[in-house]
């Protein structure tokens, strides 16, 4: 007889982790943070060229047509954002197509959280104060970076000034293929190779580590500004333990304009890569049109933050059911 | 064949990889923050047998290599290619070059099973059993009243592979040798 049928998490795991959550209620309920609940499927997508999302047609009151299911819920909370609702938390089922592994699951539980009001430097301190609440034995530092000291660190180049060809040389000696396998790819594919293969397993050994001043091209739903060198950065954060990318939090772009553009942008870099275009969300436009209170926000992902606190290898080992087994 | 994509990549899928046959071992997604996301990939040539690393952009593909592991025994050899049967009963014979045959050339024995890998029907490797009976052909004497605790001598087996074999063991016995380690297990 097949055991597949078991699930990937033992039952006690399952007690912990609930546990755990309990706990994070409990962060934001301490904090006057509303918790919400938003639906997994929308109008629009995520347009994030890097992301792939899961469509699913759905016969509505507008008849026949395709809904989206969510990369994260961030859409739907800046529309209650906008409506003035405050500061708002939501633990969310979200799914990525394709991102399955020792820590990715195709579907997984997103906590997000915005702060209406906040500046990044403030949600970044929120941030590490709920990971050391939820990891009560964690006594490490939280150590800030900045993304290009880090590449300055561990691989003695410059993410804003060194030449193409330096950053492709790096990436096809660091990820052992072929020359032409790079050949074609710009700067951020480079710099995406060497912080995943280089950079970030050696973040967050016995510290969190927060990484600041990302590339302006790297921004997503972030803001951009100027740093103290002079490049145009984007204002957002990623937080790292033990080499694993826990949170990404943002100063949230809130200019319906810049926004468009922005989707735009990803859906004709979708036509260039021949990938489908993703429909933008007409809802968030119009809601950042009305106006969205400026203020800071995160996405972290809890199954990782469980799989930590609980010392679990592989993500499966905290999922009720992994994606293989569903 | 067919094309695999970076998402299809599992243990023991066969793809073509630099135009060799490679069997893959492991796949781990790396995906950096918010960006592009890559696949680390653990690979073993089948040609050579070495284990090697390459990290691919996700979404990329490989071509599938037709391999096929096989049991087939052991037949003969006229000094430049060596003979085996498939044991499905078609009685079909396999040619195998003595580069493909490698190490297991030490370890043949008429009509004994063996793992045969063929690629686009051409045998790229051979496997012997994990356990295999031979005879000694030629070792130092026994000692008499020798046990098993105690030194070791070498003994060239009917195969031509040299193995270390307690004292007493005499030639003309068969024993049952370990062909992962090269080590003498027991008499057969």
């Not at chain 1, 699951?105 to 590490?128: H, K, Q, S, V």
């Not at chain 2, 243990?11 to 046959?21: A, I, Q």
């Amino acid at each position: 007889m097949t055991e597949s049928w078991r699930p990937t998490a033992s039952i006690e795991t399952l007690r912990e982790r609930a546990r755990l959550l309990a706990s994070v209620r409990r962060f934001f309920a301490a904090r006057d943070v509303l918790e919400v609940e938003t639906p997994v499927l929308g109008q629009g997508g995520s347009t994030d060229v890097h992301l792939v999302s899961l469509s699913t047609m759905a016969r509505t009151d507008r008849g026949h047509r395709r809904l989206w299911l969510q990369t994260s819920p961030e859409f739907h909370m800046k529309r209650l954002l906008a409506a003035g609702s405050g500061p708002i938390f939501q633990l969310a089922r979200s799914f990525r197509d394709g991102e399955v592994g020792a820590r990715h699951n195709l579907e997984f539980t997103m906590l997000e959280w915005y702060r209406p009001g906040f500046t990044l430097a403030d949600l970044i301190d929120e941030t590490t104060a709920l990971v050391a609440n939820i990891l009560p034995r964690f006594h490490g530092p939280v150590t800030h970076y900045r993304y290009r000291q880090l590449f300055h660190t561990h691989l003695a180049v410059d993410p804003f000034t060194s030449s193409l060809e330096t950053l492709r040389r790096l990436a096809v000696e660091y990820g052992q293929m072929p020359a032409r396998a790079m050949a074609e790819e710009g700067r951020d594919t480079c710099l995406d190779l060497l912080m995943g293969l280089v950079i970030e397993p050696q973040l967050g050994r016995n510290e969190l580590s927060v990484v600041v001043d990302y590339p302006a091209s790297q921004a997503a739903l972030a803001r951009r500004h100027q740093d103290a060198d002079g490049e145009w950065v984007a204002s957002r954060f990623e937080l790292y333990l033990n080499g694993i990318e826990l949170a990404n939090g943002y100063d949230e772009l809130t200019d319906a304009a810049e926004q468009r553009a922005r989707f735009m942008e990803d859906n004709a870099e979708r036509r260039r890569l021949g990938l489908p275009e993703v429909d933008m969300d007409e809802h968030l436009l119009a809601a950042l049109e009305h106006g969205m209170p400026e203020g800071a926000g995160v996405a972290l992902g809890i199954d990782r933050l469980v799989q930590l606190a609980l010392g679990k290898a592989r993500l499966e080992d905290v999922l009720s059911f992994s994606t293989p087994n569903c | 064949m067919a094309n695999y994509s970076t998402n299809e990549f599992k243990g023991g899928l066969k793809v073509m990889l630099d135009g060799d046959p490679c069997s893959i071992i492991e796949n781990e997604l790396v995906k950096p923050g918010k960006g592009q996301a890559f696949n680390r990939v653990k690979l073993r040539n089948l040609m050579t047998g070495r284990v090697g690393e390459r990290t691919f952009k996700s979404g990329d593909s490989l071509e599938g290599a037709d391999v096929m592991e096989l049991e087939m025994e052991y037949l003969y050899n006229d000094s430049e290619m060596w003979y085996f049967m498939k044991t499905d009963g078609s009685f079909e014979q396999y040619a195998v070059e003595k580069k493909a045959l490698g190490e297991t050339e030490k370890w043949l024995k008429e009509q004994v099973p063996y793992t045969v890998t063929l690629w686009n029907d051409n045998a790229i490797h051979v496997a012997p059993p994990n356990f295999i009976e031979l005879e000694v052909v030629e070792t130092d004497p026994g000692l008499k009243g020798d046990t098993a605790q105690g030194g070791s001598k070498p003994a060239t087996l009917s195969s031509g592979a040299v193995v270390r074999v307690p004292l007493f063991i005499n030639e003309g016995e068969v024993l049952k040798i370990d062909t992962r380690s090269g080590e003498y297990v027991s008499r057969a």
